[in-house]
């Protein structure tokens, strides 16, 4: 079976309090991490500037992002799908954040509500136990 490849730039967005920022597009059950797929001539970096400012309508500076690493597994909502993604981590000061072009819903995940929402194989299998971690070191 041939599986297609969606190459993704994608972010671990986290606010002063620790808590993390979690997506829902329109017309899907899942929550996942903002960002969406890097365009031909565009670099990871440059395709999540633009998708954050597409989805949440937010500029980025470069102070605020940093490189985690990259991650593949099964994307969501696509059959036979593979996601495979180069994911920062952004710190943002502002938990004023709002969905706009195809987000339904912008959720600030922390340990009393992350149980109870479906994620993503790629935020569950990447950022959620970074993020659990740093809560940790807290
Ligand atoms: N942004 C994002 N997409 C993910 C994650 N996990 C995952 O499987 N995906 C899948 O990756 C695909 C991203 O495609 P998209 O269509 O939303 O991205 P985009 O906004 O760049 O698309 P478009 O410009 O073609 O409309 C979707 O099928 C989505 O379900 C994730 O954590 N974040």
Do not use: C
């Amino acid at each position: 079976m041939t599986l297609k490849t969606i190459h993704l730039a994608s972010a671990l967005v986290i606010n002063s309090d620790n808590e993390m920022l979690v997506v829902r597009k329109k017309g899907s059950t899942y929550y996942m991490m903002a960002g969406g797929k890097i365009q031909t001539n565009e670099s990871a970096k440059e395709a999540l500037f633009r998708e954050i400012k597409e989805e949440l309508d937010l500029d980025l500076n470069n102070e605020q992002i940093s490189y985690l690493g990259s991650h593949q597994t099964t994307a969501v909502n696509e059959a036979k799908t593979l996601v495979s993604a180069d994911i920062f981590l952004i710190r943002l000061t502002t938990k004023s954040v709002k969905p706009h072009a195809e987000l339904e819903e912008v959720i600030w995940l922390n340990q009393m509500n992350y149980t109870s929402y479906q994620l993503a194989h790629l935020l569950k299998e990447f950022s959620l136990p970074r993020w659990l971690k740093m809560k940790k070191e807290e």
